[in-house]
């Protein structure tokens, strides 16, 4: 058997009791932190579930998951994953190969960015397509995010924009500024209102309103993980609950 466990937002007290249930019944067990950034570590989830945790790389789920989905043939193998195990697209894949190598799966579900994200006041239900926003590398700057927001606005819903790993909103504000002069629609100008949080589900978590140029110079805006918010059309309530952030 194959188990998927999510780990929930922040760190290892996120999990649930039918998570860590999971955990302990594994025979081994795998974490991977490359999809999202976690406060914990292998050594912290060792200790809290009783077995060693063995923490894997990209590679070993993109490129090498047949190994893992081999060990499942013949013993319970859990892949420690963080937020909702079915957020990244990656653990989809694998529990495909999976079932077409004839591995039983389970996933057990967590706390997720999906659906914390409407601490700020924002309803969920009016959330259009999630986009993700990369980090630029040498002439490689990627804008397709931008397009996601600029329809969603049009239809009146809000965008959930996910940063790279390692991205604070200071990095964000700065991308979103450039990809403004080059796209020059007004998504994302200085004054632009926008909802921002860094480590949501932690005690140090941060969610503000305010223009990108305000974000920017906030000081409290260089940890991570990070998100951005634009909002679209407003409920008069979603406009007073971020006004009041």
């Given at each position: 058997?194959?188990?998927?466990?999510?780990?929930?937002?922040?760190?290892?007290?996120?999990?649930?009791?039918?998570?860590?249930?999971?955990?302990?019944?594994?025979?081994?067990?795998?974490?991977?932190?490359?999809?999202?950034?976690?406060?914990?570590?292998t050594r912290k989830l060792s200790e809290l579930i009783g077995k060693d945790v063995v923490e894997l790389q990209r590679a070993d789920i993109e490129d090498h998951s047949i190994k893992i989905i081999n060990q499942a043939k013949t013993m319970d193998i859990g892949i420690l994953i963080g937020g909702d195990a079915l957020s990244a697209t990656t653990h989809i894949s694998l529990l495909l190969d999976a079932k077409k190598s004839g591995v039983k799966t389970k996933v057990t579900h967590g706390s997720s960015i999906f659906s914390a994200v409407a601490e700020t006041g924002l309803q969920l239900y009016k959330f259009g397509a999630a986009t993700s926003l990369a980090r630029p590398a040498g002439k490689y700057f990627p804008d397709s995010f931008y397009d996601i927001i600029l329809k969603n606005k049009k239809i009146g819903l809000h965008t959930l924009v996910l940063l790279d790993i390692g991205m604070s909103v200071h990095e964000a504000a700065e991308i979103l500024l450039e990809i403004e002069k080059k796209r020059k629609a007004g998504i994302s100008t200085h004054k632009t209102k926008i909802a921002a949080c860094s480590q949501l589900g932690s005690d140090n978590q941060i969610i503000k309103y305010?223009?990108?140029?305000?974000?920017l110079a906030d000081e409290n805006f260089t940890r991570y993980p990070a998100i951005l918010v634009f909002p679209g059309d407003l409920h008069f309530l979603e406009e007073e609950f971020l006004n009041n952030l």
């Open positions: 058997m194959l188990y998927l466990i999510s780990l929930g937002l922040s760190d290892e007290k996120d999990m649930s009791l039918k998570a860590l249930e999971a955990a302990k019944k594994c025979g081994k067990l795998y974490a991977e932190f490359y999809t999202t950034k976690m406060n914990t570590t305010n223009s990108i140029e305000n974000l």
